[in-house]
């Protein structure tokens, strides 16, 4: 099983809200990741936890704040957002991020935000 | 500075017409190449992993290579539900991020 859930499936936000996006993986995996992706372009690295520790943060902005609470789950806390932000949040997960193998990263579904 | 180039952009065929898509990549050292399907407003369905030059996989119709600049994704008499955006990506040496090319957005008429 190769499966990364995400919830919601959509989020409709105003600018001066505070929500949450989650994601969880059952496949023991110990790194996972944030990404965003606007329409027609890549996805664009957020963050990357490793052991439910932060390993990479991309310069994101701080009304962004990622969450490890274990090695299953992920969650990204959306505060003061700008329109701008509106985007498909993407988590993905790996096998591990240091170790010296190449490891797949399996993506969940995503969740369409959509800030107003 | 690693760089990922695909093409093309965008890609119509007709249902049963076979193609190669391209991904160009620069490197230090690879340490892994992937392919990813995308369908719109979805999430990238993972295709293959490819780690050495000379390197084969397939699933479906679907057939990746490897070569030490480049990779393919041929599509064997495609149908329409072969439509969707691939991606392609890298890995370098060490513990560094994936880096994305733009995709190739295929569309296959019945």
């Known amino acids: 099983d190769t499966e990364v859930t995400q919830t919601p499936k959509h989020l409709v936000m105003g600018m001066t809200n505070k929500k949450s996006l989650k994601c969880e993986q059952h496949m023991g995996h110990r790194a996972m990741y944030w990404y965003k992706q606007k329409a027609k372009k890549p996805p664009e690295l957020m963050f990357v936890y490793s052991y439910e520790k932060l390993s990479i943060n991309e310069s994101v902005p701080s009304r962004f704040s990622p969450e490890c609470p274990n090695s299953s789950l992920l969650n990204l806390h959306l505060h003061a957002l700008q329109p701008e932000d509106s985007a498909l949040y993407l988590c993905a997960s790996s096998q591990d991020w240091e170790g010296a193998g190449t490891d797949t990263q399996y993506f969940g579904p995503g969740t369409r935000l959509t800030v107003l | 500075e690693d760089q990922v180039t695909q093409s093309p952009e965008a890609l119509r065929l007709q249902e049963g017409e076979s193609s190669s898509l391209n991904c160009s990549y620069t490197?230090?050292?690879?340490?892994?190449l992937f392919w990813y399907r995308q369908d719109p407003g979805k999430g990238p369905e993972f295709l293959f992993t490819l780690y050495s030059a000379g390197e084969e996989k397939e699933k479906e119709r679907l057939k990746a290579t490897l070569t030490k600049k480049e990779s393919f994704l041929h599509i064997t008499a495609p149908k329409p539900e072969d439509s969707a955006t691939y991606l392609c990506?890298?890995?370098?040496?060490?513990?560094?991020?994936?880096?994305f090319g733009k995709g190739t957005r295929l569309s296959v008429i019945a």
């Open positions: 490197v230090s050292g690879l340490r892994g």
């Open positions: 990506a890298v890995q370098d040496s060490g513990n560094t991020p994936l880096v």
